[in-house]
């Protein structure tokens, strides 16, 4: 069965600085993962995907995730953090093939000015 | 349309009452997926439609929960005798294919409480 693992409930960071959010997954063949991001009351939003190729995926607002297949994560990360990107941010994967996306319990991200 | 479109917004209803939720995909999208998020916590799933395939209910946490959508379009969550438990928001989203990598569009969700 396929799971996804949040680690941290929260991150804090000032503005300016990198961020990095982190997940890990566990899927019995090769993966689909997603980042999705939720505004604050907003629905959900897709950040980025990788499917195959390249590690290092670029999505939306500048932010990035770095697929690592040996430590099964797919940790979000932005060079320079703004107030802005203040959210909850979910990790999601699917297995390639299968239908069923299950999404990690949320990382709430704050930006502190 | 534009977007994945929910309605209603909110719902309030006194325990023991049915309650109905509509989901409108986004045009050409194939596959629906219901899903849950109580308060504070992750995207639980419930059920998943693709075509006009049977759809997978097995994340449906009782007999309580049922679901139905006509070929490719409008889906309604339909939840009888509710229970506080059940307050939570209620998340639709659609996506252009399920084997492939494709990303979800959600919608902006019903929120249901009950009283």
């Known amino acids: 069965a396929q799971s996804v693992a949040q680690p941290e409930d929260q991150v804090n960071v000032a503005e300016g600085n990198p961020l990095t959010v982190k997940c890990t997954y566990s899927?019995?063949?090769?993966?689909?993962l997603f980042w999705y991001v939720q505004y604050p009351n907003r629905g959900l939003q897709f950040l980025l995907k990788?499917?195959?190729?390249?590690?290092l995926v670029k999505g939306s607002y500048g932010f990035e995730a770095e697929f690592n297949k040996s430590q099964t994560s797919f940790h979000l990360k932005k060079p320079s953090a703004l107030v802005s990107d203040s959210a909850l941010y979910f990790c999601a994967v699917r297995e390639t093939g299968g239908f069923k996306t299950i999404f990690g319990a949320g990382t709430r991200l704050f930006v502190k000015a | 349309g534009a977007g994945v479109s929910q309605s209603p917004s909110n719902k309030v209803t006194e325990k023991g009452k049915d309650v109905e939720l509509r989901c409108d995909p986004i045009s050409g999208h194939t596959a629906l997926y219901w899903y849950r998020q109580r308060l504070g916590q992750g995207l639980e799933f419930l059920i998943y439609f693709q075509g006009n395939s049977a759809p997978d209910k097995s994340g449906l946490p009782s007999d309580r929960f049922s679901a139905e959508r006509t070929g490719e379009s409008v889906s309604t969550l339909t939840i009888q005798r509710t229970q506080q438990e059940d307050s939570a928001v209620y998340l639709c989203?659609?996506?252009?294919?399920?084997?492939?990598?494709?990303?979800?569009?959600f919608g902006s969700g019903t929120r249901l409480t009950v009283v």
């Open positions: 989203a659609s996506s252009l294919g399920d084997r492939d990598g494709y990303g979800y569009t």
């Open positions: 899927v019995s063949g090769n993966p689909y």
């Open positions: 990788y499917i195959t190729g390249d590690n």
